[in-house]
């Protein structure tokens, strides 16, 4: 079609406006438009369903007394020679009664409080890599100076909303203590909340207390404004372990958040079809979210979603398949069901940032945003199924987060947008460009893109050619050039420092 | 989080099964998922209504008698000096009551008809760019052996349901007889239907005609049983031009569809605002379509969107933009609310097969799956805003399309794939690989990407560590390697070569 094409020779050399990198405002979006309902309200009851005959007949084991003990007070039949739990409809229907359907996040920073559930949308940054990759240095280990840059960026980048567990490991450091460099990083060099690690009761411990530190604040004084939020994994099929059943413990005591993310791979860890993978998630996550209200009533908590497939061929994982948009969707219908807060990811298998990492990425993304997610966990720089953190990813899904946020603004629609009178001002074959209805709006009406570049071919290519991957490049170094610490009290600082000290000391060789 | 991790060491090499590129089978996939309600019902009689004072107060220019003297004999108020029309709403009324719902579109392989209308969704091939690009050999214009290769991959890809108006012009042929150059290569190459040109009588004539010779019937024979397609472009704002009103009248007389699109670049064609330019995109669509119904009462016809941006810093159009996709949702909400078949487009701006290419395709497509298309055109192949056809981004597109078509495929939902009792077998923490229920469903239980590669990063790396780009290359060269011409009649071939060669005759070097 001949007229659908860019016209020539209109478009000037795109310019950043002053000397920083132009970006949306810090902000929570709100994901107000109607939920996508892809399975019917049978097919939803026939999930719950099979979900609690899992919860009653199949089980659930724990490996800690424990949580054995409080399921048992609860009326739930616990076989403590197989570790096994197994409960009633009626035990999930209580704790559902004081589960909170939203609760409100923050660090330091009061203006950056977020809101967890209802039509409310967040973006974590990329969690739990042993890797990292940039197009400068390579790919190699995780390590505390990427570590400490990954959190400048989600400072400096609005789109981050909170920060994940660990953006990488840096494999430098001793395993046992380095949750506490990790923490102090996250608070020093951003003033958004994170999430903490909850493998044991000590490790989540610390991250309360530190978040308590830097708001000046006592543990106490946290419960009902929680700091820090964790994310609980399930050893799918079926099983938690004690570390994990002390962190969720130690974090409900203390109002702090938990989110319960069943990893369920299909073919893998579940069934290979998506009904079973799904009901297994729902019981899987529904048998922590109870957990939390047997330790605490009231306590926030998330519901988390993880459902993806395998490659058959090789058992390898696979993100942003279509399978696994769909149990996106689908882990929102369940989610809102039982009116829990909804956790779920960005994710992509591609080892390299390509094509295929930003088309899976889109795949997932659309996934949460259809699916009413309120975190979208991983949501900038994951790479390699999980396996790297990738600075040039992070770009690339900076500048996505933010055509979401643009998508979901609703449109602004009254007689002066509806525009009449401005179109019978044109006249026909004419052009708006200098139309008054168009010279009041133009400088606010569209995003403007950040790593997107709309020069014509031939701008482009006298510029350089630079393709998005290279440009993605220059905006990760340009924004640690710019990056600006969130100015902190030096007394805060300095206690916090003798805290991590103090328990350097405390933990030794040992796990805390 | 450490267990959202890709295993090590499971996955073998990636291999494709006997000597073809692994695909899906060729389908028409049904979307039967509820439909995106972006705009509320008031907001829509909002739309409504201004379209409406748009056509009855500042009307549409038209630049030919015929056009003219249809609308005055339907009650339209036709001012001959200024040649615009302005109708009421009854008129608009009227005409829809003979625009049919659906119809259907085939060219010789009747196995290949598809249905336009309803849920039905479909896949177009890019059209119309002056330029070609692909990895080997780079950027040069538009040529017939390169516009022979995309008609010889459209066919060989299953994703792909029918062919554009000219994938790209074949520059180096004579401007007013290339199209019967370009319609033989359509018919021969492919057993797919095609749009034809329709700047004029001529061009589509040819296209009707060329076609009845294909499937052996006469033009007559065609008339309830639709071979050719077009699209009538509107010079927006409000002008339609008298080659374009020639085209639709031809097409219209002889019962083959058209498709009305409006070419509605916010900031430049209508104001910059959504509700604007959506409400001028309704009126000029709606001209056409009762243009068609005035012509020939039950003509088949599409409402067309093509509504985006432009960049307000240089005025280039912008594509894949949220704005984009937000306008071919509504543009669906607007098809079905007068019953018409939709058409959209998968479009971008990118200047390379790069990572904004990639997101931006997936924002406008998503918008066409959600606005419930019924033809995604430009769905792949379409670079650098419709200026070039790209021999990888049609890889990537047609990867996509079958991502979507997955997608759009609804969960199989019974007792066996709840899989209560595969579930209960497995042991906690064990795994479900060897399961009776995986075993009995592995091999067709996920989509098998074409382009995506999910091995670990050792093996990706000694593999030659190839990107997805470069891995789109080697399946574009192996498709046209491993493609094969479906069989013609030779008297049908001579009796195509006869007609080009008798209309070159008579249209010479003279426009058609």
Redesign the interface.
Known sequence: ???????GG???K??RQGGGIEQLPWQQVKNS??K????NPD?MD??HD?SM??LS??G??VMGDNVMDLFEEAGAIVDRDTQ?IRMDESIVTEALKTVPSEFTLRARNAAKRITLGGDNMTFGLV????NVHDRING?RQGNYTDYCNFIKLAHHFNAINLI??QVMAPMEMPANNRHLDTYRANLTYSDLSFHCTA?GRGRAMDGINMMAITRGQSVDEMRDDPGVIT?I?V?S???FDDAMGDGLIAMAEHGQPVTV?P?TL???????????AL??QNAEALFGVVLTQLVNPGAPVMYGS?TS??????????FG???N??ANIVGGQLARRYGIPYRT?NTN???????????????ST?GAVLGGANIV??AAGWL?????ASYEKFI?DV??IQ??I??L?P????T?????D???S????????G?E??MA???T?????M???????EN??AAG?K???ER?TELWQQALRDYEAPPMDPAIVEELDAYVARRKEEIGSDEP
Chains 1, 2 share one sequence.
């Open positions: 079609m001949a007229r659908e094409r860019r016209g209109r478009r000037g795109s310019t438009y109607p996508f309902e892809l399975l097919q026939q999930l099979t005959r899992i007949e199949a659930i084991r096994t969690a739990g890599p042993p790919r994940g567990n493998i994310i994994s050893n099929p079926r099983l993310t990893f299909m073919g893998a860890m579940t069934p290979v079809t998506l009904p079973a009901a297994q993880f497939n395998v490659d058959m061929r090789s058992g390898a994982p696979a398949t279509p399978e948009a769909k990811s298998a591609s080892n390299a940032v390509d094509l295929q990492a930003a088309y899976e990425t889109m795949m659309w966990y991983h390699e199924g999980g396996l790297t690339m500048e996505i055509n979401m643009e998508f603004k449109m602004k629609f009254d002066d947008e509806l525009g009449l401005a179109i019978k044109v006249p026909t074959g004419g052009h708006f460009f139309a209805h168009t709006r133009y400088e009406a569209f995003y403007k893109p790593l997107s570049d709309w020069q014509n071919y482009w290519e050619a393709d998005a991957l993605a």
